[in-house]
């Protein structure tokens, strides 16, 4: 059964900081791999989707990158803000499972003005 | 284009009670899943829909339960609510093709609390 942890659990930077979330998945058959944001209350919004057959995938200031091999995919963010703060989640795609999601616990981040 | 819509955004019930959950995909979107977040096991998934039938369901009880229609909208229904059973519902569309892993739009929530 896959299983997805995203460490740590709970970031605090200062602005204007360079940082990496880090996921770890158990099992490296997934098909891809989706970084999502969450503010408060609300919904998941879309970061990026990185395909298994990719290493890398960039919008904006946000990178991701995926090691099947390893397990593990990390979040780039360059130049952090304010605004940037919220729980961010990967999410894995079993093999054989549809459109059907494994997330991590998240990672709640907050970038001090 | 709009987003997923979800509707209602809040719900409290009583224990025992049953209650059925709206969302509307995408437009050109024909898979819906479901999903439960609560605090204590983060986000679970429910079921997907595809072409008004169930392809993948997660290991919940069978009072959960969901449909799809022919324009692609899906309800999800729970009945003998529990007082577990308070969390925030997520709807998630995508387009499916012969091709899974597609990448998932979610809506904003239903807030379910179960007296």
């Known amino acids: 059964k896959q299983e997805v942890t995203q460490i740590p659990a709970a970031l605090s930077v200062p602005e204007g900081e360079n940082l990496v979330l880090n996921c770890s998945f158990t099992?490296?058959?997934?098909?891809?791999l989706q970084w999502f944001r969450q503010d408060p209350g609300k919904g998941l919004t879309s970061l990026l989707l990185?395909?298994?057959?990719?290493r890398e995938q960039t919008s904006g200031r946000l990178n991701a990158s995926l090691d099947k091999s390893s397990g593990r995919s990390t979040l780039y963010i360059a130049a952090s803000q304010p605004g940037d703060s919220a729980t961010y989640l990967c999410?894995?795609?079993?093999?054989?499972?549809?459109?059907?999601?494994?997330f991590g616990g998240g990672t709640r981040l907050m970038v001090k003005p | 284009k709009a987003g997923v819509t979800q509707t209602p955004r809040y719900l409290i019930k009583t224990r025992g009670q049953q209650v059925t959950l709206s969302c509307s995909p995408i437009?050109?979107?024909?898979?819906v899943s479901w999903y439960q977040q609560t605090p204590g096991q983060g986000l679970q998934f429910l079921f997907e829909?595809?072409?008004?039938?169930?392809?993948n369901k997660g290991n919940f009880p069978g009072r959960f339960s969901g449909r799809q229609f022919s324009n692609s909208r899906s309800e999800m229904n729970v009945s003998t609510l529990e007082l577990g059973d308070s969390a925030l519902y997520l709807c998630?569309?995508?387009?499916?093709?012969?091709?899974?892993?597609?990448?998932?739009?979610f809506g904003p929530g239903t807030r379910l609390t179960v007296l």
């Open positions: 998630a569309s995508s387009l499916r093709t012969s091709e899974v892993g597609k990448e998932q739009f």
């Open positions: 990185i395909q298994s057959s990719q």
């Open positions: 999410a894995a795609f079993p093999p054989n499972a549809g459109n059907m999601l494994t």
């Open positions: 437009s050109g979107h024909r898979s």
């Open positions: 829909y595809f072409s008004e039938t169930q392809r």
């Open positions: 099992d490296s058959a997934i098909y891809n």
